[in-house]
């Protein structure tokens, strides 16, 4: 049966464009988050700094994007041939082992010259994510 009624007269019932399509501001969150950590996992600084672009857009504070750009920006450096240790990161947040992950981010910061506040704020930043999944069973 064709619909009869709007912009979809003629069409199959059913049918659905991507116009139709609204999130709610939390359907839009969770999907930036997710495609965030998808392109962070794929080690694309590109992909990674379209999706904080596009969580700003829709209302993410910075402040708690701040380690994912620090991030971001890492992998950045790594496509320029500077440095190449994001697998190493990568690998221990995937056994789940923060600390080690925690202290070779920290490090990799320090050695493109972070300073001692930044590297303070990256360090709590990181433990806050830690402790928040732990209490969302994450």
Known sequence: MAGTVGKHAGLPAGYWSPDDLVFSREEEE???WAQLLDSISKESAVEAKQWIN?????GVDKRVLELEIAY???LGYESQ????????IVEALEREDWDAAQAMFLQTCK????????????????????????????
Do not use: N
Request: hydrophobic share 45%.
């Open 30 to 32: 969770f999907l930036v």
């Open 54 to 58: 596009h969580a700003l857009d829709v």
């Open 72 to 74: 971001a920006e890492a």
């Open 81 to 88: 041939a500077i440095y190449k240790p994001t697998q190493p």
């Open 111 to 138: 050695a493109q010259g972070a300073d001692k506040a930044t590297l303070t704020q990256l360090r709590d930043k990181f433990d806050s994510m830690h402790t928040q999944m732990v209490r969302t069973g994450m």
